[in-house]
């Protein structure tokens, strides 16, 4: 193999193994788009933090969520007065949450 190759591999190879540290919040991750989007997000590697907020439910999603296989730590905030704890040094924040449909 010429060098170009072998350095066009070795920066290919370092591509995949590159580790990022995002925290990343999902506002409204109670709801039926935000849990498996939760659940999308636990899975992504260059998620190392995941805080779901929502005014009830989260616990829940978050202790199910813990249970994948991923080194993505995950926490549950629920209610107005732990939104900022959620919010805290975040890198993005994701809303999916909307006004709940009258049956």
């Given at each position: 193999?010429?060098?170009?190759?072998?350095?066009?591999?070795?920066?290919?190879r370092?591509?995949?193994?590159?580790?990022?540290?995002?925290?990343?919040?999902?506002?409204?991750?109670?709801?039926?788009?935000?849990?498996?989007?939760?659940?999308?997000?636990?899975?992504?590697?260059?998620?190392s933090?995941?805080?779901?907020?929502?005014?009830?439910?989260?616990?829940?999603?978050?202790?199910?969520?813990?249970?994948?296989?991923?080194?993505?730590?995950?926490?549950?905030?629920?209610?107005?007065?732990?939104?900022?704890?959620?919010?805290?040094?975040?890198?993005?924040v994701?809303?999916?949450?909307?006004?709940?449909?009258?049956?």
């Amino acid at each position: 193999a010429n060098t170009t190759q072998v350095s066009a591999r070795r920066s290919a190879r370092a591509a995949m193994t590159t580790t990022s540290e995002y925290k990343v919040a999902v506002l409204g991750a109670g709801g039926g788009i935000g849990q498996p989007l939760s659940m999308l997000l636990k899975m992504n590697p260059l998620i190392s933090d995941l805080r779901l907020f929502d005014l009830r439910g989260t616990l829940g999603v978050a202790a199910d969520l813990s249970h994948t296989n991923t080194t993505c730590q995950v926490r549950g905030f629920e209610g107005d007065e732990q939104l900022a704890d959620a919010l805290k040094g975040c890198d993005l924040v994701i809303i999916p949450a909307g006004v709940p449909r009258k049956p």
